[in-house]
């Protein structure tokens, strides 16, 4: 794939993982990816949507200009899927590329990329629903078509070879992070509310069974009486009872839901170590 630059790249950005039930984090990279590429002068991003009576959570507000389809999103993905239209090229302003950030692949008979995060429902069937693997199934031969495809490390694009992709299609590019500061102050008003005295865990995510928060559980409350309470920040996901998850803690657990930025950033300030036992991610 070769586009002569002597004009700003335009790129048609997929964007509808913001609307989803639980966007979670390709919604996240999606929408930093794009402020990131509309903040140069080189590139014009244009977000890519299903039909929507109401905008994204003010967090997925990726701030570039968006244009939607006239279908709302089941249909959009099922006929992009089996009948390869409608076609977003016009829809997207004739743009120089489009970028399946995750979830669907946009029908284009332009230059294509696709982004592939992980293949976790291949690893580990049990953690994805009967629905959720045909939907990862068919966005995986929908990416197939792709020019290129993007994943953000190399165990993935082991994964993709091993799917049948060839090496020259895939390109790993890992992910970016945004510096970000903690309202000290909020921290303590966070572990003053919830009585944290001692020492705090936090896991930070979607509530779903590739987390593993039932191990991790298991592992806290086997350090004793001692052991550090277990925040638990983030939305809960499908096929994941958190009640059971984190009943060996007894009342060393706290679940706060879905929180905003500032929030989340700051129990990152007021933990005093991150837990990350996925499965795969």
């Not at 790993?172 to 001692?198: I, M, T």
Request: hydrophobic letters at 45%.
């Amino acid at each position: 794939m070769s586009i002569p630059v002597t004009s700003p790249i335009r790129v048609a950005h997929l964007l509808e993982q913001c609307w989803h039930r639980v966007p979670g984090g390709t919604a996240v990279a999606a929408v930093g990816l794009a402020r990131a590429l509309h903040a140069r002068p080189d590139v014009e991003v244009t977000g890519l949507t299903a039909r929507h009576r109401t905008g994204p959570p003010g967090h997925l507000d990726a701030g570039v200009p968006t244009v939607e389809s006239r279908l709302p999103r089941a249909v959009l993905y099922e006929s992009w899927h089996r009948l390869h239209r409608p076609v977003v090229d016009r829809l997207a302003g004739q743009p120089d590329l489009v970028h399946a950030t995750g979830g669907a692949v946009p029908a284009t008979d332009l230059p294509l990329v696709a982004t592939i995060h992980d293949l976790a429902w291949r690893r580990h069937p049990e953690v994805a629903t009967l629905r959720g693997h045909r939907m990862f199934e068919a966005w995986l031969s929908d990416s197939r078509r792709a020019d290129r495809v993007v994943c953000p490390s190399e165990a993935t694009r082991r994964d993709l070879l091993e799917a049948g992709f060839p090496e020259h299609q895939v390109v790993v590019v890992p992910l970016g992070a945004d510096p970000v500061s903690a309202d000290p102050e909020l921290a303590a008003r966070l572990r003053a509310r919830h009585g944290l005295d001692g020492p705090v865990a936090l896991w930070v995510g979607t509530v779903e069974p590739r987390k593993n928060l039932p191990v991790l559980a298991r592992a806290l409350a086997s350090l004793g009486l001692d052991g550090p309470t277990l925040v638990v920040v983030g939305p809960t996901g499908w096929r994941e009872d958190l009640s059971a998850a984190v009943a060996p803690l007894g009342e060393r657990v706290v679940v706060t839901g879905p929180v905003d930025e500032a929030v989340k950033h700051a129990w990152f300030d007021a933990a005093d170590v991150f837990c990350f036992p996925s499965l795969l991610e």
